[in-house]
């Protein structure tokens, strides 16, 4: 089992910026594939970006490409996700998402995670 426990979200003007962290428990943090994903109200969830096991390699949503940035400290077993140049439209309850299976980053990033967060809210005004 994993857990996965967000943090960060929060009240921002439109422009601004926010990090939010995952921290995870329960797993080698290393074997994990990460990522994040957002649902707005009335809407259904999205990806937003991916990382691999080793952080060599990320992926992103078109919406967020440029403004958004997913890393990962093994060290800290904390995975994040900087947003910069926010809009309001990135309002939204933003949750990690984490798998350890032989294709984890296509798991993750294809929303067949195994392991979730509980989500934190992201409010973006304008």
């Known amino acids: 089992q994993v857990q996965l426990v967000e943090s960060g979200g929060g009240l921002v003007q439109a422009g601004g910026s926010l990090r939010l962290s995952c921290a995870a428990s329960?797993?080698?943090?290393?074997?994990?594939?990460l990522g994040w994903f957002r649902q707005a109200p009335g809407k259904e969830r999205e990806f937003v970006a991916v990382i691999s096991r080793s952080g060599g390699y990320t992926h992103y949503a078109d919406s967020v490409k440029g403004r958004f940035t997913i890393s990962r400290d093994n060290a800290k077993k904390t995975v994040y996700l900087q947003m910069n140049t926010l809009k309001p439209e990135d309002t939204a309850v933003y949750y990690c998402a984490a798998d350890d299976d032989g294709f984890g980053f296509v798991t993750v990033r294809d929303g067949r995670a195994n392991y979730w967060g509980q989500g934190t809210q992201v409010t973006v005004s304008s």
């Open positions: 329960g797993r080698t943090f290393s074997s994990l594939a």
